[in-house]
């Protein structure tokens, strides 16, 4: 079975900076993706970036990027230049082949302070 | 652009009494989806379905829960005789297809079983 995990529930970072948020999985599969979500206090769940396993190449959404590390199982995600609307739940979430079959993290609170 | 809608945005709903969830996918999508989100956990996977049937369901969905696309547009999430711990955010989304991976989610359906 696969599993996601998010170590950091809470974390904050000062408006124009940059934060790094942690989420490692387990997995046999050899082909997935993975995601990462954004929950803002409205509640909808909304697509920040995503990343094929079998690419090499960390994917990049403007300020958004990950730092894939397949060996580690490790898929973390760099937002940069942080803004006041970042303030959102942050969900990482693996996706086995195209099952379509989401598996998500416990989530990360980003609070962004001005 | 086009988006999942939910309705309602809010149930309340007595113990015990069969509650229909509604979702309108993106109208030219063929892959469907529901997850739960109880409050302050992570969000969990239900039952996806395509071309009329159910793909894949989790232990959660149990035989007091069930999924319908009636009339083509529509995709409803029933249970039948709903508990307190059903209390939960519910989310619908839907996919492209096969070979595409992102799922476009609505805004969610907050269920209070009193």
């Known amino acids: 079975a696969q599993t996601v995990t998010q170590s950091q529930p809470e974390m904050s970072v000062q408006e124009a900076e940059t934060v790094t948020l942690s989420c490692t999985y387990d997995t046999s599969e050899s082909n997935y993706y993975l995601f990462w979500y954004k929950q803002p206090p409205s509640r909808q769940m909304i697509l920040v970036i995503r990343q094929e396993a079998y690419k090499q190449q960390n994917a990049t959404e403007n300020r958004f990027s990950v730092n894939f590390q397949k060996a580690a199982k490790s898929f973390s995600l760099k937002i940069s230049d942080s803004q006041l609307g970042d303030t959102a739940m942050y969900f990482c979430a693996f996706m086995a082949g195209n099952t379509g079959k989401l598996i998500f993290g416990q989530g990360t609170t980003l609070q962004v302070k001005p | 652009e086009p988006e999942v809608t939910q309705t309602p945005s809010h149930q309340v709903t007595q113990m015990g009494q069969e509650v229909i969830l509604r979702c309108v996918p993106i109208?030219?999508?063929?892959?469907f989806y529901w997850y739960r989100q109880i409050l302050g956990q992570k969000v969990e996977f239900l039952v996806s379905?395509?071309?009329?049937?159910?793909?894949?369901k989790s232990e959660i969905f149990d035989d007091q829960f069930s999924v319908e696309r009636p009339d083509g547009s529509n995709f409803t999430l029933k249970i039948r005789s709903t508990k307190l711990e059903d209390s939960a955010m519910y989310f619908c989304a839907s996919r492209l297809d096969r070979g595409t991976y992102e799922q476009y989610f609505g805004p969610g359906t907050r269920l209070t079983v009193t």
């Open positions: 109208s030219n999508h063929l892959y």
């Open positions: 379905f395509y071309n009329n049937e159910i793909s894949e």
